[in-house]
């Protein structure tokens, strides 16, 4: 059994991305969680798929959470130029569209082979809590990655079951990719389903769109800096196969 690599990629030195909880002595200014880019040896972003992205970031990611603090609580976003897709840490799981999780049965990414293990789903939820329910997800934090055989096993450090998860009708994309707004969970901060007329109800700040496939996957997320006020709410799970996006970290940093 081999454990993928955490190698920790160079640090960036472009200005603050993100902020989150303040930490503070009486000796210091405050601390604020930070997304800082990683950049590669000529000074540019570090792009890469997500493993990739985990081994530069040294299991580092920024977690989905601190990117809603940023990008949907504040308007800072807006200084940056352009688009910018960003890995979050964690991993969305969920079952073909129509279908459901079973009972003692390993969870895997069929486009991928990527495993989520029953053992392990069962050490952080009861079975009652996502088996045969429709429309579920489980919001996973991966605590590492494993290789058995050639199959790559997902080790998670926390599961949050998710019930509801806006699948979409409309597809937006030829793969069969589809997008639904929905109202933000409050553990996972993934859209969930609400009925039409209480999702007009709902404040700018509850209500975000999930981007996911009609196939069942383990699929990593991608959150980050978009010039659209609606896509700065986006939240894109539709698979493992995506590549390119950028890799960052969190640091503490004191606050200006």
């Known amino acids: 059994m081999g454990h993928v690599s955490k190698s920790v990629g160079p640090t960036g030195t472009l200005s603050s991305l993100a902020s989150g909880p303040y930490r503070s002595s009486s000796f210091q200014k405050p601390l604020i969680q930070t997304i800082v880019p990683l950049l590669d040896q000529n000074g540019r972003v570090t792009k890469s798929n997500y493993l990739a ?16 603090e940023y990008f949907a609580l504040t308007r800072r976003w807006t200084q940056i130029s352009g688009d910018c897709p960003m890995w979050a840490k964690e991993l969305l799981v969920y079952p073909d569209k129509y279908d459901v999780f079973k009972s003692g049965a390993d969870f895997s990414d069929p486009a991928s082979g990527w495993t989520l293990k029953w053992e392990d789903i069962v050490k952080h939820l009861a079975a009652s809590e996502f088996v045969n329910v429709t429309n579920a997800g489980l919001f996973v934090t991966p605590a590492d990655f494993c290789l058995e055989d050639t199959k790559l096993i997902v080790i998670p450090e926390s599961i949050v079951p998710i019930v509801g998860l806006s699948r979409g009708n409309a597809r937006v994309h030829p793969s069969g990719c589809s997008e639904e707004w929905g109202h933000l969970d409050g553990s996972s901060l993934i859209p969930i389903q609400v009925l039409p007329g209480l999702f007009a109800l709902l404040s700018f700040e509850e209500r975000g769109y999930l981007q996911t496939t009609d196939l069942g996957a383990i699929s990593p997320i991608v959150r980050g800096a978009y010039v659209s006020t609606e896509r700065a709410r986006s939240i894109m799970a539709i698979g493992s196969c995506v590549s390119d996006v950028a890799v960052a970290t969190v640091e503490l940093r004191e606050a200006v």
């Open 53 to 68: 992205a985990w081994n530069h970031s040294g299991g580092n990611l920024p977690p989905n959470r601190l990117f809603h």
